[in-house]
């Protein structure tokens, strides 16, 4: 729990001459007794502590707190004097021994102010120091006015972080723990270490917080507390005022309600002592909203209250405010579940629009509750396409097309018809027929409803299905054909909205970046970007998930690095029922931004849980090209047997995937398998993808193809790299081009100044390959001083980029083992020990380990294993020239 800079400010503050103490400050579970503890060990080994340890029943007694501290020596009294006398003789007894001394004083608030009094005399009149610890809104707490007066330093606990939450979680469960899953609980606990401690618990115990491939990962929990957690909550609320928990109960109930309506139910006096209280929390904006500092407690704080309270307390709020068409999403879905909850009966068409806003929202378990009601026949279809959806976010795919079914056949409107035929697009999407099923689906829709047409006459319905249309063209591929469907709806009136603007100019992005139109793409995804983090607000969270991972991919295949580092950050995805959802995206954002870096360590930190959740949650169809990156990022750290593993991994996923991603997958996947052991078929299957790209127009995947094949050593393609180059549209097109151009030159001028562009770009893998590139060229040349000065420019680069085996490095010249250094490496690739190298080569021990010791540093190696890779990888290159 990083908070030791806390405590030495603590400490230094209780060393400090002028200070007559400090005032800990921090809610329930916030780790209080965690600090003093570090406190206490930080202070001098030769430190007294006079514990004094208030509680509720000693509160009621006078002099209760000290009587019960002195009451072993001293007969307990209820005169001052006497009870003064009896703590300043502890304390002076402490003092002559030559010891510090410090009056602990937890749970203030339980403070009676006969004890007060008495410890307020002895802190005023003796070298005793106070360490009072205290709750947010301990307003009465009788010692405060220490710190009111100035004469104690005060200190509140900060919450948790979430990297703090990460390695909470990873001590408590041992082993790595997912992003997303980290900033999920940081956000529910609002950092609180015993809230933190139930959910996972909680979590525990229901199952959905696994171990996935080493990663500890988030199955939407639901914010199930533990046991323990959930009776100190129960404490926790016995401990406030009868209106303030009233408060906090319809804050429960309700979710965020506007700070005019809480003051409508409620005085001043209530809203500022659960505010002290660190209870609630009022979010900015047009409209001033509070809500539950910690969310993960809103849930046990529903089942705590009794159905007839419950009724009660909505009653109360529908007097002052009753959620209409136009309020929020979550208005809406915490009324509806408030009203059922209470046995209350809801308009079919309200819980429709409930369950649609809960999937939208991606509250699994609300609209899991809505969508299973029994409603009229009128709207069935429509509750039944929700359900779909629903079944789908549980990974219950089967039920989910089934149910999807069901909706298109029943569906009596054009209306509800365009839902079902999104549950169909849903329900299918994975699947490899995907396409003949949305062709069957759209044809029953269009016999029942009429064909769609983009017109003047089209209606919002028609507007829905064309959508899905442009969808389908998109993840099949079919570029041009999406880009006509995208430019037709972003110009129809019926679109002109910011939800279906921002969705179709996310689509468009993609197109964009992939047919090489990249500054195109960088400048739309900036509008998206603006559009999705504007100060009121984004009204569908399920579209601004894809729609920000969109952007930012675009800046990722860009190289705007900037961009993609404040797009990266954790805050940006605040809306936590998000965070589980958006991890697998997230973390593979990051992934590909790091590898095309050459950052291979901090991609594969970042692909591990990012598989993790996309094995389990994938509707973006991105599983193939995160497992593809994953062999590559392997295969580039030596990690042959890995990359291999990933490989079959990736052949085996049974599930389609979206086209313009599966094609750049597939490429990384050539490129582990040509650097794990596999050449031929690699370059082989890098060059059929290149013509496929070519054929496609997908120039700004070709890039990357043809990036990776200059990466594998073959050059072959350079010619095209350069013509692609001339295609792009990209503030990079220069740099591109002076690339292409120094490959097929061959000239080490040209390659060494194509490194320091590259470099300048941020570009670190390809700067270090070309400096690598330039100084082999040189040494060819005889240019020895250019060959040395470029070189160490080179291992420079390749310092940054740790524990990289990447093709052209291996490929340098480097010096030479001598025949005895070939002779002790192979041996060491065929797994011989030091002591058995020594006997059969007839040598000593120390004569084996100085040679392999030179070889390391010639080859710059770093341990044995990479050497007998580069002699396993030096023999298979052999073989296979012969071969040729």
């Not at 502590?49 to 002099?63: C, D, K, M, N, Y």
């Not at 729609?547 to 940006?572: K, T």
Request: aromatic share 6%.
């Amino acid at each position: 729990m990083a908070r030791r800079a806390d405590v030495d400010d603590i400490v230094a503050q209780l060393k400090d001459r002028s200070s007559r103490g400090v005032l800990i400050v921090g809610p329930h579970g916030a780790g209080k007794t965690w600090m003093l503890g570090r406190v206490m060990e930080a202070l001098d080994p030769g430190c007294t502590t006079i514990r004094l340890s208030p509680s509720q029943a000693l509160s009621s007694v006078p002099f209760g707190a000290v009587n019960a501290r002195i009451g072993q020596d001293l007969i307990r009294s209820s005169d001052f004097y006497a009870v003064l006398q009896g703590l300043m003789d502890q304390v002076e007894a402490a003092v002559a021994t030559g010891n510090r001394v410090f009056l602990l004083v937890d749970n203030g608030e339980y403070l009676d102010g006969q004890s007060a009094a008495v410890i307020t005399q002895v802190v005023m009149s003796t070298e005793a120091k106070l360490i009072l610890v205290d709750h947010p809104g301990g307003h009465r707490t009788h010692l405060r006015e220490l710190w009111r007066d100035g004469y104690l330093a005060r200190f509140e606990l900060a919450p948790l972080k979430s990297a703090d939450v990460q390695k909470f979680i990873g001590d408590v469960l041992g082993g790595t723990v997912s992003i997303a899953a980290a900033d999920y609980l940081s956000s529910r606990s609002a950092g609180n270490p015993l809230v933190l401690k139930g959910l996972v618990s909680g979590a525990l115990e229901e199952g959905t917080l696994q171990q996935v491939d080493g990663v500890w990962v988030l199955d939407h929990p639901g914010d199930h507390l533990g046991t323990e957690s959930r009776d100190f909550l129960q404490m926790d609320l016995d401990q406030l005022e009868p209106d303030s928990r009233r408060m906090i109960e319809i804050l429960a109930l309700a979710g965020p309600l506007p700070l005019d309506v809480l003051l409508d139910l409620t005085g001043t006096d209530t809203i500022d002592d659960i505010q002290q209280r660190d209870l609630v929390s009022i979010s900015p904006g047009a409209t001033l909203m509070m809500g539950l500092s910690r969310p993960a407690t809103a849930g046990p704080i529903r089942h705590m209250v009794p159905i007839g309270r419950s009724r009660r307390l909505l009653a109360d709020v529908s007097n002052v405010l009753v959620p209409g068409p136009d309020a929020g999403a979550d208005m809406v879905i915490n009324f509806t579940r408030w009203t059922l909850d209470c046995g209350l009966p809801v308009e079919d068409g309200r819980i429709v629009a409930a369950a649609a806003m809960a999937n939208q929202h991606l509250r699994l378990n609300d609209a899991m509750q809505f969508s299973s009601l029994h409603v009229s026949a009128q709207h069935s279809a429509a509750l039944l396409a929700q359900r779909s959806i629903a079944h789908l976010n549980h990974n219950w795919v089967d039920q989910a097309r089934t149910l999807a079914a069901k909706s298109l056949e029943l569906a009596r409107t054009a209306d509800a018809g365009a839902a079902a035929l999104r549950a169909v697009h849903l329900a299918y999407f994975a699947d490899r027929e995907y396409e003949s099923h949305f062709a069957a689906g759209l044809a029953t829709y269009e016999g029942r409803f009429g064909p769609v047409a983009l017109g003047p006459e089209a209606d919002r319905p028609a507007i829905d299905v064309m959508i899905l249309q442009a969808t389908k063209e998109l993840t099949l591929g079919n570029a041009a054909e999406a880009s006509r469907r995208l430019g037709g709806l972003l110009a129809h009136p019926l679109c002109a909205n910011r939800i279906d603007q921002t969705l179709l100019k996310s689509m468009m992005c993609e197109i964009l970046a992939t047919t090489g139109r990249l500054t195109s793409a960088t400048r739309l995804a900036r509008e998206v970007i603006a559009e999705l983090q504007s100060d009121d607000g984004f009204p569908r969270p399920d579209i601004a998930l894809l729609a920000y991972a969109r952007a930012v991919a675009a800046f990722i295949y860009d190289g705007n690095w900037e961009l993609v580092r404040e797009s990266l950050d954790p805050s940006v995805f605040i809306n936590p029922d998000l965070m589980l959802f958006a991890g697998g995206l997230r973390d593979l954002g990051a992934a590909m931004a790091r590898s095309k870096l050459g950052h291979i360590d901090e991609a594969l930190a970042s692909l591990r849980p990012a598989v993790a959740a996309l094995i389990d949650y994938d509707p973006w169809l991105v599983l193939p090209t995160a497992l593809g990156l994953f062999a590559y990022c392997l295969a580039l750290r030596g990690d042959a047997p890995g990359a291999r593993e990933r490989l079959e991994q990736f052949h085996a996923v049974e599930r389609r995937g979206s086209r313009f991603y599966q094609l750049e997958g597939t490429a990384f996947a050539a490129a582990a398998a040509a650097m794990a052991g596999n050449p031929q078929d690699g370059t082989r299957r890098l060059k059929e993808l290149r013509a496929d790209c070519q054929a496609l127009g997908y120039a700004g995947t070709e890039l990357t193809v043809l990036t990776l094949l200059v990466r594998i050593g073959d050059t072959s393609e350079a010619g095209r790299l350069a013509e692609v180059a001339d295609i792009l549209e990209s503030g990079y097109r220069d740099f591109y081009r002076q690339w292409a151009h120094a490959l097929l030159s061959g000239d080490p001028d040209a390659l060494d100044l194509a490194s320091t562009t590259a470099m300048g770009h941020g570009f670190e893998l390809i700067a270090a390959e070309l400096a690598t590139l330039a100084q082999r060229g040189y040494a060819d040349d005889g240019k020895v001083q250019n060959s040395r000065k470029t070189g160490t420019r080179a291992i420079s680069m390749r310092d940054k980029l740790p524990g990289l085996v990447s093709p052209v490095f291996k490929s340098n010249d480097l010096p030479q083992m001598t025949r005895r250094e070939l002779e002790i490496a192979q041996l060491v690739a065929e797994g011989e020990s030091n002591n058995s190298i020594a006997e059969q080569l007839g040598v000593s021990l120390r004569t084996v380990e100085g040679h392999l010791y030179r070889t390391f540093i010639k080859l710059d190696l770093q341990s044995r294993e990479q050497l007998a890779a580069l002699v396993r990888e030096s023999q298979r290159a052999d073989a296979g020239a012969t071969a040729r």
